[in-house]
C-alpha cells in the first residue's frame, strides 16, 4: 500500500535538491503532493514536480470557483521549514494555503514532521526557541537545523503502509 504525504516546502537553498528529497520519499513508498509557500513557489527548482510526482504542484488559495485541492494526506512533512513558516505555524497565522493547511492538520493525529533550516542569526530570536516549544508539544516532529540533510526528517516520518 503507498500513503498519501504532503509535502510542504518553503524557500530555502536545500529546495535546490527537492528532485533528490521527493525520490528518496517515493522509494519508501510515499504518494508525493508538494505544497509550496508563495516564496517558494516562484523557485525555478520546482519545474518538474508534476511530472516526478503525477499530481499538480499546489501552490495558492484556490480562487472562488475553483475547487480545494483534494487532500487526505497520512502524514505531512514540512522540508525545508524555515524560520517564517514556523513562527506563523506556531503563532496560527493563516495567510496562505501551505500553512492554513499545516494548522489545520496541528489539530488532528496525522504524524507531521518539520526538517528545521534556519541560520543561526535567526535561531537565536527571542521568539524563535518558544515556537518550536508550542510546535512539539503539538506533537510536531523536529529535526536539529545543523547539519540539514533530508534524512533525519525521513526517519521521523512513519513507514509508508502503517499509517
Known amino acids: 500500500m ?7 516546502v518553503c524557500a530555502a537553498t536545500p529546495l535546490r535538491r527537492i528532485g533528490e528529497l ?3 520519499l517515493q522509494a ?3 504518494q508525493v503532493t508538494v505544497l509550496a509557500t508563495p ?6 527548482f520546482l519545474g518538474d514536480v508534476a511530472e516526478r510526482t503525477g499530481r499538480p504542484l499546489l501552490h495558492r488559495m484556490p480562487l472562488p470557483d475553483e475547487p480545494w485541492p483534494a487532500l487526505t494526506p497520512d502524514a ?3 522540508a525545508p521549514a524555515t524560520f517564517n513558516t514556523l ?3 506556531a503563532t496560527g497565522v493563516n495567510d496562505n494555503l501551505a500553512v492554513g493547511l499545516l494548522n489545520e492538520y496541528l489539530s488532528g493525529d ?5 526538517a528545521v ?3 543561526p542569526e535567526l535561531a537565536a530570536h527571542p521568539a524563535f526557541a518558544g515556537n518550536l516549544a508550542v510546535l512539539r508539544a503539538a506533537g510536531v516532529r523536529l529535526t536539529a537545523p545543523h547539519p540539514f540533510t533530508w534524512q533525519p526528517a525521513i526517519d521521523l516520518l512513519p513507514s509508508s503502509g502503517t499509517t
Open 2 to 8: 503507498t500513503d498519501q504525504l504532503l509535502l510542504v
Open 22 to 24: 521527493i525520490d528518496l
Open 28 to 30: 519508501r513508498r510515499w
Open 39 to 44: 516564496s517558494a513557489a516562484s523557485w525555478p
Open 76 to 78: 505531512v512533512l514540512v
Open 87 to 89: 513562527n506563523k505555524w
Open 110 to 114: 496525522l504524524p507531521i514532521v518539520a
Open 117 to 119: 533550516h534556519v541560520k
